[in-house]
């Protein structure tokens, strides 16, 4: 039976400013209208944690019970590593599910009923990355479901549920948190090159190959920056982005250079927080700017 550190490590908290980082945009870009509603910004941060724990967990069950997590370097597997039952992991990953899917439906009710369906669109999309008989994960659209969940129905949702309306603010930071969870993504993907091809799993990475993914990376922890000097039409404080630049490239250090295997670690944490001081930074700024 898995500790509870087991499990802790397993929910692979390292990933959680991926769910943090958009409710802040999101509930800044609401507040920029004068329409922040703090309950609903908590609650979609409840919704954003759970399924981002809900899909690591779904991932860790489905890789684990293919035999992917096998031979694999990085965080803690559940199943993988057998410290954890494949039915224990699976029931812990709907538990989050179910917990996402309450918190949704109280704000679905109390703005848009057509949220519920967005919300069923999330969950199927969480558990089919790895899950079901054809995983979209395996076929390289990862960093596009990435993009989209945790880019731009996680900011854009937020904004909404508060503001009842997005806007282009909204819109450029929902693409800058698409952008830095898809490197967190890339990053770990390119880590997972050799694993990855003799399982099968035809991961973005695997499909453009090393150099080429590194490029991506780039491109990817370039853009957020991009879109801070677009924010700048809505506030000049937009630009205190740019403090998470310095992050952004220490997190590319390791992809430029030609790391592999946990010569990439570093990278994963850096790209983790220059989305979260971008967030912050940014979010801020859309308040009270």
Known sequence: ???????????????????????IVGTGAAAALGDAVWWKALLALVVSLALNIGVNLAN???????????????????VGSGAASPG???????????????????????????LVLVGLVCIVGAWYYTGGRTPYGYSGLGEVAVFVFFGLVAVL???FVQAEQVTLAGLAGAVAMGCFSSAVMVTNNLRD????TDSGKRTLAVR??????RMLHLGLLTTPFAMSLAL?????????GLLAAPLAVRAHAPVRSGGLGLELL??????????LVWAVATGVALAFG
């Open 60 to 78: 860790d069950y489905s890789d684990g019970i293919r035999g992917t997590d096998d031979e694999r370097v990085g965080p803690m597997r559940l």
């Open 157 to 159: 949702g937020t904004q």
């Open 208 to 213: 453009l190959g090393d150099p080429r993914t």
């Open 1 to 23: 039976m898995a500790t509870a550190g087991q499990w802790l490590e397993g929910a692979r908290p390292r990933t959680l400013p991926n769910a943090i980082s958009p409710v």
């Open 232 to 240: 700048v039409a809505v506030t000049p404080w937009a630009l205190v």
């Open 193 to 196: 090159i050799p694993t990855d």
């Open 88 to 114: 224990a992991v699976k029931r812990a990953a709907f538990a989050c599910f179910g917990i996402a899917a309450v918190a949704g439906l109280v704000l679905a009710l109390t703005s848009a009923w057509w």
């Open 266 to 275: 570093p990278a994963l944490r850096d790209t983790a927080l220059a989305m």
